[in-house]
């Protein structure tokens, strides 16, 4: 069974940084993509950044030039460095992982950008 453990989530000023740990455990191969997906009061879950098993990586248009993806294949972990953080980037945020037979999600951990 695999299990993502997301840490790193918190209450930052707009304008600030936060960065986002998610570590995958248990058996999943080598081919996998790995993103973060949040979710705000009342909305729907939206993609934020995904990472492929090569490296190639894809951004939603509101955090582009913003939000960093990277992972670290050795420790099962897939990371996002937050800058600028505007108020409206506050959501809880969701790790997943994906497999071409099966996917993930993690917990979830709560991103709060406010004055």
């Known amino acids: 069974q695999v299990q993502l453990v997301e840490s790193g989530g918190g209450l930052v000023q707009p304008g600030g940084s936060l960065r986002l740990s998610c570590a995958a455990s248990g058996s999943i191969g080598s081919i996998y993509a790995m993103g973060w997906y949040r979710q705000a009061p009342g909305k729907q879950r939206e993609l934020v950044a995904v990472?492929?098993?090569?490296?190639?990586?894809n951004y939603a248009d509101s955090v582009k030039g913003r939000f960093t993806i990277s992972r670290d294949n050795a420790k099962k972990t897939v990371y996002l460095q937050m800058n600028s953080l505007k108020p409206e980037d506050t959501a809880v945020y969701y790790c997943?992982?994906?497999?071409?037979?099966?996917?993930?999600w993690g917990q979830g951990t709560q991103v709060t950008v406010s004055s």
């Open positions: 990472i492929s098993s090569s490296g190639s990586t």
């Open positions: 997943n992982l994906a497999t071409p037979l099966k996917g993930w």
